[in-house]
T-cell receptor, first 110, second 116 residues
Framework: ELKVEQNPLFLSMQEGKNYTIYCNYS?????LYWYRQDPGKSLESLFV?????AVKQEGRLMASLDTKARLSTLHITAAVHDLSATYFC??????????FGKGTTLSVSS | GAVVSQHPSRVICKSGTSVKIECRSL??????MFWYRQFPKQSLMLMAT?????????EQGVEKDKFLINHASLTLSTLTVTSAHPEDSSFYIC????????????FGQGTRLTVV
């Protein structure tokens, strides 16, 4: 059974500082997704990582994937208030549904 | 990216009535659609997988007679919550895939169901 674990579940961040969210998954998978969810909204796709060593960056967010360790990280550089949201990682095996982690709720304060 | 449209975005219904939620892929053919449920401050939990033209596959613990899923065409799947009760109040999100093992999963806007 494919399982996804995220940590931390809550992250209180100070503006301007750097933080990392970790996502571990239990069985072999060739793709890893990161999503953002604002309160009352659906999911916004951030990154799709498809291969070992993949690294993608968008603004202050950078995601990486290590398929051997079954680990993905989402790194936040110089946090700003606009990044406050819940972030989910998810993985799947080809043709099946995405399985989500529990989510990490980020709160950025000045 | 591809667009998945979900309707309605919000619905309030009385206990004991049924509610239908539609999920449409607007610019691609969705061979497979997935239905998720999300309770407040929780993650998305997969309810069922529907493939066009065949019966949906439900996850363990999801009542198939209560949550009726129909995927009659390559662009439309519907979820009907029958005899809704307050505990069915939740955020329902559909996802569509064009199949072929492609890496993208496209999500609808979600439906906030409140049963009073």
């Amino acid at each position: 059974e494919l399982k996804v674990e995220q940590n931390p579940l809550f992250l209180s961040m100070q503006e301007g500082k750097n933080y990392t969210i970790y996502c571990n998954y239990s069985t072999t998978s060739d793709r890893l997704y990161w999503y953002r969810q604002d309160p009352g909204k659906s999911l916004e796709s951030l990154f799709v990582l498809l291969s070992n060593g993949a690294v993608k960056q968008e603004g202050r967010l950078m995601a990486s994937l290590d398929t051997k360790a079954r680990l993905s990280t989402l790194h936040i550089t110089a946090a700003v208030h606009d990044l406050s949201a819940t972030y989910f990682c998810a993985t799947q095996q080809a043709g099946t549904a995405l399985i989500f982690g529990k989510g990490t709720t980020l709160s950025v304060s000045s | 990216g591809a667009v998945v449209s979900q309707h309605p975005s919000r619905v309030i219904c009385k206990s004991g009535t049924s509610v239908k939620i539609e999920c449409r892929s607007l610019d691609f053919q969705a061979t497979t659609m997935f239905w998720y449920r999300q309770f407040p401050k929780q993650s998305l939990m997969l309810m069922a997988t529907s493939n066009e033209g065949s019966k949906a596959t439900y996850e363990q613990g999801v009542e198939k007679d209560k949550f009726l899923i129909n995927h009659a065409s390559l662009t439309l799947s519907t979820l009907t919550v029958t005899s809704a009760h307050p505990e069915d109040s939740s955020f329902y999100i559909c996802s569509a895939s064009s199949g072929g093992g492609g890496p993208e999963a496209f999500f609808g806007q979600g439906t906030r169901l409140t049963v009073v």
